[in-house]
């Protein structure tokens, strides 16, 4: 099993309010994925996000992924997640900026992708509906590949047009394209995500052992492809929880039982409204559970237990990352957990990463890099060749695109 962060931009209180305030926790979060890349951890999520107060001030991911790029090795970079509806932006600017990222990172970029976290985030750019982002997204997933991959490339859709060959550019890095994920906040999206051969994005507020079915769905799909979306498989299922792994353990349960992690929850509930909520239902503003008050380090243990939450030090929390790994997690990813401190936070990465990864992860290489390493030639051949004619690719003979030189 392989480990993660995710870093969204979550500026809780008055802090969203204050601008030195809110750029102070963006830089702060930039310096916790570099410092993830010395410790073994090998994912860093970055969250985009567009209106959400509190919950994610992070709106341009790829912005940020090319600072923490230039400062990090190892650590690979993915979006968490490009929502892809052609009304937020032409598909064209996607296919660019995930070449170029890859092109930065040399390999080390992932695509994450989705429908968009909720009707309030949607609204910003004038999409009033969520039930249309679903198609749009399968009409353009599958169409960024063939942009990747074609020198005069074409298209007229349902959703989007380029009406004449164009040559969209970059190319990815080297061989083959990023590895492809889709966000998965409802059962039957686990399904379809390892159907089509790509890695899913999945958020866990709920007992852990409730998200083995899920995750046996993907399994069991990905087995038998109805196609790979890109040049190869990515079969991989990336779960994302909260962890308060410090030395000391009275302190990291003084974290645990505080409201600040439960806020967190509280403005999920709001904003996303196209995924079910969380168990406790409580949404911002109403107040967030406080454990201390509800039931104190009992009622921590059974979430604990059920797999809420981590929480411990790292020999505890060795044994609570076990049971991801009985029910085929393939990815555990963290992100920053309210209640903590920047410093705590820098502990935990440190001793997360050195004292409980290597347990579990004994492949110095990123299972997304095998899957493309291996990958066959491209899905696509690079110039359109007269094919079957219901097809809504224009083709064009070579001439066309490229001079043909004099004798």
Known sequence: MEFGIFMNGFIPGPAAHDRPSEHLALKREMELAIKADKHNWK???????????EYSHMSAPEVVMGYVAA???????????NSLSPRKEHPVRFA????????????????????????HELKSFNIMDTDSTKPEWD??????VRMWEQYDYSFHGDHFTVPTPHNILPKPYGHAHPPIWMACGNPPSFAKAGSLGIGAIAF???????LKGRIEAYKEAAEN???????YQNNNVMMTNAVVCLNDRRRAREIALSAGNAYLVTLVNLYHDTMPKSADGITWPEPPINLGAWGGEELLDELIAGGYLLCGTPDEVCEQVAAYQQVGCDQLVFGLTGGMTFEEHQEMLELFGERVIPEFDHNPEHSTAIYRRNAGGP??????????????HTVLPLSAILPVPED
């Open 204 to 210: 866990n507020f709920e007992p852990i052992y409730n």
């Open 96 to 119: 660019e900026r995930a070449a170029m990222l890859d092109h930065i990172t040399e390999g080390r970029f992932e695509w994450g992708t989705g429908r968009g976290a909720g009707s």
């Open 379 to 392: 899905k696509y051949p690079p110039l359109n060749q007269p094919v079957d004619p219901d097809l809504k």
């Open 71 to 81: 400062r990090t090795e190892r650590i690979h970079l993915g979006t968490g997640i």
């Open 139 to 144: 009409e353009v997933s599958r169409e960024v």
């Open 225 to 231: 492809p109805v196609e790979i979306l890109g040049d």
């Open 43 to 53: 994912y860093v999520w970055f969250g985009e996000h567009h209106s959400l107060t």
